[in-house]
């Protein structure tokens, strides 16, 4: 079982990339997204670096946090590491006869071969690529959620047209009453990965948001699946296959990776007031929660949820719309409720920590 490492061996700045270096990046579209936007996402042939085309504060953001004299370096370690930016004018060279080549999804182009695309995918604002670590790399039957934290999803460069819609939508979903809002992700289940589509996503409400919790740290008999509810067949039925202390051994992995992603984000949570306190407005970020295989250890399939040996984490991701409040202006804004989401989170994993405690006690009784 292993969480990701939260140091690096190189400093920051020698992992930046160098122009030469975006010069020759062949990345894809990325394949596991949980959430945002489409075309903005790519991914580097050995998957271990993720390119996203976004506005120029996300970059500025990953260069505070790389800055240990900046309030943002409070959340280092706690965020995907980051490989430096580069504006997407650099690659604005690209001929039209490239780009024609497009429709072969799953080949790893230079990124002046995908600039269309990322183009169409994105608004004028998006003038950068950021490189970032793959946070999920060498993780395989994935699970993972991006949990869109806040109670005010817009920030102080909002119009007021767009700071109705999004307030409105914040009471329309989880997000005003508790903090947080499902934005999507996967599950990985017997063999199987289903999305969590946004019915499912959409339809949470601050008294099944409990729901959302056991699909992704489901208990040995949760019956959690959005498309088990629809075809009538339930997790439980695979798990008759099992022996007691097959069954013991898994629901030890889950209650061991729930519990520890419930101290990583209390972790976060302690930086995440650090930086409000020191006025930085947090608004759009989301809790990103993943766990799976590790795709590097010897896996011989002895374990039902994740081969046997584990890998998890929880980051805090999507900084586009993270900034400092400034003082008067900005009175009215102090709230941004990501405090709150993560305090929601927290307790939903402490839920879950409850729920898969008092089943390996069950199970336990039934080994011995
Ligand atoms: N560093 C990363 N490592 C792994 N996955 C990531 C990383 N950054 C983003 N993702 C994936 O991409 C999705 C969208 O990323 P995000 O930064 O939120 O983009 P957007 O601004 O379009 O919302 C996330 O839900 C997550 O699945
Ligand atoms: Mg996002």
Redesign the pocket.
Known sequence: MSSDTETSSRSSDSSYLTPSDWQELRVRP?Q??????RD??YETKDGGI?V?A?ERT?ADNYEHIDNKDHVLSALKGYT?RYHGSISRSFFASSDDQENQALDSDGQYRRLSEWESRSRTGTCDKNDTYIA??????GTENLT?V?IKLGTRLWNRTAILKKRERMDREAKETTSASTGIKF???DIYHHGRTTPLNQDFCKNLTSETLHEGFSTIFPSIDDNILPHDKHSGSSSTDYNDQMTPSQKLEREKDMLEIVSGMKDRTQDICKSVEMVKKGGWDLT?T?L?L?HGGNKSSDDDGSSEVNGGDSRWGA?L????RVGPLVDDVDDQLLEDGVDLGMDTAVSKMKEREKALQQSCDRLSKMVV
Do not use: C, F, R
């Open positions: 990325y596991h997204q949980a959430a945002g936007h903005t996402l993720i996203k976004t996300e995907p970032l670590e793959n946070v999920v790399h993972h991006d934005a999507g992700g759009g989301s990103y993943y980051k991701i999507d900084l586009a």
